[in-house]
């Protein structure tokens, strides 16, 4: 895929999906590891997506 813009969608929706159920739909604290670790997955979830080593 060459389109930045849905490339940029889809990573933002990696990292708010899984937050939006860790947080309860923002009614529960998620700790900064868990934040680190929805990311971390996110990004490497991404590159492997779009074959970037």
Do not use: N
């Amino acid at each position: 895929m060459s389109d930045p813009a849905t490339a940029a969608e889809q990573f933002l929706v990696l990292i708010t999906g899984p937050m939006e159920g860790r947080t309860r739909l923002g009614t529960r604290k998620v700790s900064t590891a868990e934040m680190r670790t929805v990311a971390a997955t996110a990004v490497d979830t991404f590159l492997r997506a779009y074959e970037i080593p």
